[in-house]
């Protein structure tokens, strides 16, 4: 089964579209070097600010016909179709194919609200077409809406980033039972919290280490700590310039500490189907 990771956190800024294009290209990477025979990598962007599409593709006009909003908007027969034919191939890697967001998705969002079956809108067509690539990485928008609803109904595996901040272990646990609220309410039972990714991580500022120590030693988040991304200005160059960190500077140290985590994902994801 395809792995579909969703990045999700309802408060702004936390490093969602960041991570989730530096996860989607570095497992495209990985799987490479480790001579895998696919190593198709889609990457969902579900936020109407066209974040990860636009660093990924270089556009941010995608619309009516050649976005996610066509895919929620078509019929239930011909909606896998239309998904498959939105896709493009990032600017990043070949082998790293994206579904664009537009900015129509905010109002395509009210006009299916209260429609029936609106959230499997994206997890059905997805099915279809999610065995095609060897993983799946979608980033929502920050807010708990029908769209990031969507994104969860589809998902097997949810990453929460956070910033080392205070008050921000309360947000988590408020992000964790909605996940839970959407695996119980929509019976999605492959749906589960793999990850608490900590990001901006400082770790010259006295309060960031007392919260990652917190946090570490938290008896339900602490086990789901799976990466901890150091705050890094090469990560906001490489936005600039629309380029994964990877690329910007291998060395850089996000880019290692992203490299540590994806290696983190691959061996759990290993174990769980071991
Ligand atoms: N590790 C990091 N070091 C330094 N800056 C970072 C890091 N991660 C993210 N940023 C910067 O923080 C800002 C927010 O990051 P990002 O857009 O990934 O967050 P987000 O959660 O997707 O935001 P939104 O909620 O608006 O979608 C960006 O300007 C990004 O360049
Ligand atoms: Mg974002």
Redesign the pocket.
Known sequence: MTRIFVLTNHK???????SATNIAFGLTGLLRSAGAANCRVLLIDT?S?S?ATLVTTGRNDFGTDDSLYSVLMADRQTAPQVLANVIVQSHWDADLHVLPASPLLEGGERELMGVAGAPYRLADPLSRIAGHYAAVVIDT??SFSLMTEMALVAATDAII?VEPRYLETVGLLSVMSKINDVREGWRRPDLRVSGILV??MDSRVKGHNHLLDELKTHTVLGRLLCGV?????A??YA?RDHLSVFSYDPHAP?SKAYAHLIGTLVKRLKGSAA
Request: charged letters at 20%.
């Open positions: 702004g800024g936390v490093g969602k579209s960041t936020d600010q974040h928008r920050p980033p990001t901006k991304i150091p705050a890094n200005e990560v906001s936005h996000a």
